[in-house]
Nanobody
């Protein structure tokens, strides 16, 4: 599976961005899709994941209630809608695919290149 994230940019605090992650391959619906982020000098951290069917999703406490993950299996794409952005959300955001439900970045099987999100105060 090859993944390509897009949609990052510069936004003011309180604003919104929508990230997309396009996947290649015909087995997209067999993978749990996750979003992670990494700020300078910090370890990569879990943001959200969505299950194979899209029936379940899970969020890090830091983004719960502000971010929403969704997927469109017909288009092999997963999305991360980010609202009420804060400066501390500034990071490179990565999408990833896994064959199991996990919040541990070490458990992901495939990674896309990241997209930069910068939130100004």
């Amino acid at each position: 599976v090859q993944l390509q994230a897009s949609g990052g940019g510069l936004v003011q605090a309180g604003g919104s961005l929508r990230l997309s992650c396009a996947a290649s391959g015909r087995t997209f619906n067999r993978y749990v899709m996750g979003w992670f982020r990494q700020a300078p000098g910090k370890e990569r951290e879990f943001v959200a994941f969505i299950s194979w069917s899209g029936g379940s999703s899970y969020y890090a406490d830091a983004v719960k209630g502000r971010f929403t993950v969704s997927r469109d299996d017909a288009k092999n794409t997963v999305f991360l809608q980010m609202n009420s952005l804060k400066p501390e959300d500034t990071a490179v955001y990565y999408c990833a695919a896994a064959s199991k439900l996990t919040t541990d970045f070490r458990g992901m099987d495939y990674w896309g290149k990241g997209t930069q999100v910068t939130v100004s105060s």
